[in-house]
């Protein structure tokens, strides 16, 4: 999926995920596959968010 300015990112519990009746108005899904154990909430957030600021070259530049 490539991230555009002005996207919203919905996410679900871990159980259940995002309910069909919002997933019936959204342009795309996005799964990060994994085996085992899930990962909660906060990881799932910031991988979603990390690559999104990628895509947009929105990265906080370290002087490091």
């Known amino acids: 999926i490539t991230f555009q ?8 519990n871990e159980s259940a995920g995002v309910p069909d009746f919002v997933l019936a108005d959204c342009d795309a899904r996005v799964v990060i596959p994994i085996q ?3 990962l909660n909430l906060s990881n799932s957030v910031a991988i979603a968010m990390f690559e999104a ?8 530049k370290s002087e490091l």
């Not at 300015?5 to 679900?12: E, T």
């Not at 600021?53 to 906080?60: D, E, P, T």
């Open 5 to 12: 300015l002005g996207d919203h990112l919905f996410f679900g």
């Open 36 to 38: 085992g154990r899930s």
């Open 53 to 60: 600021l990628r895509q947009m070259n929105a990265l906080a």
